[in-house]
Structure formats: C-alpha cells, structure tokens
C-alpha cells in the first residue's frame, strides 16, 4: 500500500508513455462520432442531460487536445499539469480512500494493514466523495406537458440510416421500490423487443433494451438503428411496441404472449411474473463475479447513498416481496404517462439536398440550436 502512495506523490514519467497515452485518448472520442449510430445515441443522449458546466463533450476534450499540442513543450507542460494535480488532491484538497477485504480476513490482518497506513504520510481527508448534485441542463429536467425527443441530423452519415434511443424514467437508485420495479422491467423485456422488431419486423440493424442510469436516475431504454425508417418513424414504432407490449400486455392481459421464432407462446401473466422475479432475486443473490465489481457497488452506495449503507438489502428485500399487482402499479406509474419520456433521434443525411424539420405528433423536440432554451418547441 505504501507503494502505491509512493507512485502517486512521485510518479516517473516518459515523454513516449504521455504520447501514446494522449493518441490513444484522442482515439477514443474521435471515435465517438464515427461509431454506430446506436452508439451515437448513448452520447448525444448525455450531451443533452448534462449542463456543460459539469460535462464535457468528445468535441470539447478534442479541442482541448489540440490546444494542447499547441505548445511545443507540450509534453512537459502535460507532465508539470499532473503533478500539480496530484499534489492538489493529495496535500490540499483532500481525498477519500475505500478498503475491501476479500477472503477470510483475521483479525491480524486488519492490525497489520493498520500499521502500514500509520506510516503512510498521507491520510485521507474526505469522509465521503461530494457528488455534484444539480448537473442536469432545464432543457433535459424540466417538466413538459408533452414527451420530449433531441433531433439531430448527420452530414457523414448516408441519407436513409437513422437511430433512436427511448429513455422512460423508473425513477431514482435511492428507491428501493423503484429499483425493484426496474430490475424486473428490464428482464421482462430482454429479448422481447429484439424478438419483435429485429427477428420479426426486420426493422433494424441494431435492436436492444436494457435499463440504464444517469447520476441516479434510472431509466429503460429502447434502442434501433435501421435503414427502413427516418428517425421520427422509427421512434413511433417504438413507442408503439411500448404501449401494445408493456402498457396494454404486461400491464393488462392475463396471458402473457411470448415472440418465439415464427410462433408465440402463451402462459399465465402470474406464472410468468413469478419465474422472471425468481431469476432477477437469484441475481442479486450470487455471489459478485469479481472483487472490482463488488468494489464498483461499494464506491456507488458510498457516493450516493452514504446516509443508508443497507440500500442493497432493501432492494434484495423489495425484489422478494413484490407482487404482480405492484409490479403493474409500477407500469402505471412510469409508462402511462409519456410527459417524462426522453428520446434521441438521429438521422443520416449525406447526399441529401433537402433539408426537413424533424416532428412527430404529441412530441416537443429539441435540436442543438435549441438545447438551451427554456420549454422545447411543439413538434405537433
């Protein structure tokens, strides 16, 4: 452990290892704009959600690159911002250090490793990570009698493709019931959306679900990228898939209709209810598949649930307990209302000489000229 303290405080550079390393960084974002338009939607979805002030865009990290570079000592210059940095954290502002014993661990143990912090010249000053809190743009957070959707069209991407990104608020990581609620969606629908629109329609290249989350909120997201449809069309029939298979199917019907290649299968709601809650609680029963994802849990409950340490156990806890009748409150109470719904559509728009404002009836959309404007204008 003092090894690594020492590595920190002092660390040795090599011009060649600063080179690649920012080669490599410049990679990676420039990257982000040539990647699948599926991937895309994941970006621009955040550069949209989050205010500037606190996130930074590829665009803005490339450009400081080059700014960067500029300087024909760069990598010194590169060099001396890190070690300020570093004496920043470690000397003035202070930091947080988290331990997780793995294994048996003895009571001698935890006295030796005691020890050698004792002798380590640094000690923590933080007692939690402060998490930024009010990081979210108006133009993202704000409520909005209509759902909302960020249009944008791409000159290097061939008029024809398009990708859209759905994201239906479940709402907060905080709330144990939420959560529930959220784990249980996310396993009802895995491979049911693909099924219906990838394997049955054809209708996109690229086809998934999966919940995500942003600071805390947490979100299901639907996403196709497909050469059939422009952006606003594709969105409709996402949202249609969303309101014959969940609202009306899972949140009505008796009978649960399950897409199986060329057939369906049919069986009772409660049955099925039953075996995909059984599943997610055995999940979140295992056993961790490694000590860095258990690390990962542990750094997210401190960061942001530091007042209530047992948030995992409520989850668990709620996971066993509910019912079917909770899980459709549930649907109700996230999917029966769109006014929250947030959506990315892009469109390819490469050898087009025509230009068309995105809109879709019932929607607000929102473009890049507009991202920072109060109230999204009516798509009606």
Known sequence: MSGIFEALLQPKFKKSFIRSDL???????????LDELYKQTAYVFKNWAFDPAYYSTGVDILRAIEELKRDSNWQGKAEDEIKALIQQVFSETGFHELLLFAGNVEEDDVREIEQIQSKIPLTPKLPYIPPLLDVFRKSFIEETANPVFFYRSLANIPTGRSAVRLNVPTGVFLDPDAVAFTEIMAAMCAGQFFAALRTREQL???????????????????????EKLNGTDTLGRIQNWVNTWIVEGLGENDQYIEIDGDKDTVTPFDQHFEQVKDGVVKAWESKHPSLEAKTDEQEFLLLWSRDNPELRDQILGKLRAVTRDQFRDGIKQYFGSTKDWRAVVLD??????QRVAASRDGWSVVTDARIDIPGPSSSD
């Open 204 to 226: 996109g290249y690229a086809v998934g679900s999966a919940q995500s989350i942003l600071r805390t909120r947490m979100y299901m997201s639907f996403v196709v990228q497909t």
């Open 348 to 353: 390819g728009v490469a050898g087009s000489e």
């Open 23 to 33: 080669e490599e960084i410049t990679l990676v974002y420039k990257n982000q704009v």
